[in-house]
């Protein structure tokens, strides 16, 4: 049956045919495959294409150009974007271009076809949870923010995470989205991890951001308060790169959507956390004499005495240093005789005289 239609655009004949055929496992799917933009422009003229997957560099008009055409006569279009190029600009020209999906050559198989399925509203087939900030809460100044910082920073994605991992809201996708439901619970491990830091810091909320750099794709990830996190996935950072200026709006970008974040009713902190903070904002505890134990009371009634007899002191810490641990010795401790002798016990009449 021929319920969607499928355009390939790639001007290698060997990869239009690996793309073609792994399509065609998913179904019975009419798919078209032609070598150059301009051909494409005539295929769409003459009918209605539900997925567009083309190569950015092509003979004639590139991939980018194409899909700038092709948007004003088929909006609802999904398009998947490839290429074999790792230059900086044509990704970024890439990440404007509001492609669903973004893939480097080689292509993973999975990977594609799982890009595909979603494209086409088929199945989701690595599900990620996404869940509401409160029903009678509207989300829409949050995902303006998140596309705003998208913008800026020519990133890939921005994404709110609670800290469980799921998806609060979240402007453009991930290059391989596929990866989202392995990906999102590892980096709470390291966000969980930030808190501890931040509650021995004595930081509330904390103020981190963590840096990934990847093959595809750079990530930061920052607290939004306790509750919550920011993920940016960006081209990979070079060393000529401006680091200071993704600093300076990550940071920007979580002071403002904690902001958004309270203006809207939502708490930063979860019960769970007030808990842990509340305990580890505590003293630390201190040593505690038992006051009932035999040792401590009879020299409790030794200190009552106004003169205390040498025997009787000598007597109290050797019963003392048995009692406690035979088998504990220090090099560097001095028995009482041997400060005697040293001259560092008080003197007795005896000897002042």
Same mark, same amino acid.
């Given at each position: 049956?021929?319920?969607?239609?499928?355009?390939?655009?790639?001007?290698?004949? #060997?990869?239009?045919?690996?793309?073609?055929? *792994?399509?065609?496992?998913?179904?019975?799917?009419?798919?078209?495959?032609?070598?150059? +933009?301009?051909?494409?422009l !005539?295929?769409?003229?003459?009918?209605? &294409?539900?997925?567009?997957?083309?190569?950015?560099?092509?003979?004639?008009?590139?991939?980018? $150009?194409? /899909?700038?055409?092709?948007?004003? %006569?088929?909006?609802?279009?999904?398009?998947?974007i @490839?290429t074999?190029?790792?230059?900086?600009?044509? %990704?970024?020209?890439?990440a404007?271009?509001? *492609?669903?999906?973004? &893939?480097?050559?080689p292509?993973?198989?999975?990977? &594609?076809?799982?890009?595909?399925?979603?494209?086409?509203?088929?199945?989701e087939?690595?599900?990620?949870?996404?869940?509401?900030?409160g029903?009678?809460?509207?989300?829409?100044?949050?995902?303006?923010?998140?596309?705003?910082? %998208?913008?800026e920073?020519?990133?890939?994605?921005?994404?709110?995470?609670?800290?469980?991992?799921?998806?609060?809201?979240?402007?453009?996708? !991930?290059?391989?989205?596929?990866?989202?439901? *392995?990906?999102?619970?590892?980096l709470?491990?390291? &966000?969980?991890?930030g808190?501890?830091?931040?509650n021995?810091? =004595?930081?509330?909320?904390? %103020?981190?951001?963590?840096?990934?750099?990847?093959?595809?794709?750079? !990530?930061?990830?920052?607290?939004?308060?306790e509750?919550?996190?920011?993920?940016?996935?960006?081209?990979?950072v070079?060393?000529?790169?401006? @680091?200071? =200026?993704?600093?300076?709006?990550?940071?920007?970008?979580?002071?403002?959507?904690?902001?958004?974040?309270?203006?809207?009713?939502?708490?930063?902190?979860?019960? #769970?956390?007030? +808990?842990?903070?509340?305990?580890?904002?505590?003293? $630390?505890p201190?040593a505690?004499v038992?006051?009932?134990?035999?040792?401590? #009371?009879?020299?409790?009634?030794m200190?009552?005495?106004?003169?205390?007899?040498?025997?009787?002191?000598?007597?109290?810490?050797?019963?003392?240093?048995?009692?406690?641990?035979?088998?504990?010795t220090?090099?560097? *401790?001095?028995?009482?005789?041997?400060? =005697?002798? /040293?001259?560092?016990?008080?003197k007795?009449?005896?000897?002042e005289?």
């Amino acid at each position: 049956m021929d319920d969607h239609r499928i355009l390939i655009v790639d001007d290698q004949r #060997e990869v239009r045919q690996v793309l073609r055929s *792994a399509i065609e496992t998913l179904g019975d799917f009419k798919v078209i495959d032609v070598p150059s +933009g301009e051909e494409a422009l !005539l295929e769409i003229s003459t009918e209605t &294409f539900d997925l567009l997957v083309t190569d950015v560099r092509l003979p004639g008009i590139s991939g980018l $150009e194409l /899909l700038e055409k092709l948007r004003g %006569r088929n909006p609802d279009m999904a398009v998947i974007i @490839v290429t074999g190029t790792t230059d900086a600009n044509v %990704r970024r020209q890439v990440a404007d271009a509001g *492609a669903e999906f973004f &893939f480097l050559k080689p292509i993973e198989p999975a990977d &594609f076809l799982d890009a595909v399925e979603r494209s086409l509203g088929l199945v989701e087939a690595h599900p990620v949870e996404k869940v509401s900030l409160g029903e009678e809460k509207p989300t829409e100044n949050v995902s303006e923010h998140l596309t705003s910082v %998208r913008k800026e920073l020519d990133a890939f994605s921005t994404v709110l995470l609670d800290e469980r991992g799921r998806v609060l809201a979240q402007a453009g996708d !991930l290059p391989d989205a596929s990866m989202e439901t *392995a990906l999102f619970p590892a980096l709470m491990a390291a &966000f969980s991890a930030g808190e501890r830091v931040a509650n021995l810091l =004595r930081v509330s909320p904390p %103020r981190d951001l963590m840096y990934f750099s990847g093959a595809k794709y750079d !990530l930061f990830l920052a607290h939004v308060g306790e509750s919550y996190a920011l993920l940016i996935a960006v081209n990979p950072v070079t060393i000529s790169d401006p @680091v200071d =200026r993704y600093v300076r709006i990550v940071y920007q970008s979580v002071d403002e959507l904690m902001s958004i974040l309270a203006s809207m009713g939502v708490p930063l902190k979860t019960q #769970e956390q007030l +808990g842990r903070q509340e305990a580890d904002s505590t003293a $630390e505890p201190t040593a505690e004499v038992d006051v009932d134990d035999p040792l401590i #009371e009879s020299l409790f009634q030794m200190g009552e005495s106004e003169d205390l007899d040498k025997q009787e002191v000598d007597s109290f810490w050797q019963t003392a240093s048995l009692d406690l641990n035979e088998d504990v010795t220090n090099a560097d *401790a001095l028995s009482y005789e041997q400060a =005697r002798q /040293l001259g560092l016990t008080p003197k007795d009449e005896a000897e002042e005289e």
